[in-house]
């Protein structure tokens, strides 16, 4: 869990599971890079520092087989009826009523 972290150390830490990940495939990095078409040098950076695309994330997601958890990433989480519409209520706009003009009757 990342906890307080900079996006650097975060970027890095990914890197590192990717890194571990691929090492328990017993794959090497020129096979990795293989399999989702990018360079060898694009998966050495992603897997030393953590830059990469979001594309590139993608795709060695999908050849590492862990795409379960990149599909997580920013999901919302499910609420209950209830919870769905309290949340509908506080952002339904409200008006004040007008007036109403009163004709006092004249003898």
Same mark, same amino acid.
């Given at each position: 869990?990342?906890?307080?972290?900079?996006?650097?150390? +975060?970027? &890095?830490?990914?890197? !590192?599971?990717?890194? +571990?990940?691929?090492?328990?495939?017993?794959?090497?990095? =020129?096979? /990795?890079? !293989? +399999?989702?078409? $990018? !360079? /060898?040098?694009?998966?050495?950076? /992603?897997?030393?520092?953590?830059?990469?695309?979001?594309?590139?994330?993608? !795709?060695?997601?999908?050849?590492?087989?862990?795409?379960?958890?990149?599909? +997580? /990433?920013? $999901?919302?989480?499910?609420?209950?009826?209830?919870? =769905?519409? =309290? $949340?509908?209520?506080?952002?339904? %706009? &409200? %008006?004040?009523?007008?007036?109403?003009?009163?004709?006092? =009757?004249?003898?």
């Amino acid at each position: 869990m990342f906890i307080l972290q900079t996006p650097e150390n +975060m970027a &890095k830490a990914i890197g !590192s599971r990717i890194r +571990m990940t691929r090492l328990a495939r017993n794959l090497s990095q =020129a096979e /990795l890079a !293989s +399999m989702t078409d $990018v !360079s /060898l040098s694009s998966i050495k950076r /992603l897997e030393a520092t953590g830059q990469g695309t979001l594309q590139l994330l993608a !795709s060695v997601a999908v050849a590492l087989h862990a795409t379960d958890e990149l599909e +997580m /990433l920013f $999901v919302q989480p499910v609420q209950t009826i209830a919870q =769905a519409e =309290a $949340v509908a209520n506080v952002f339904t %706009r &409200k %008006r004040a009523r007008k007036a109403s003009l009163r004709r006092v =009757a004249v003898d």
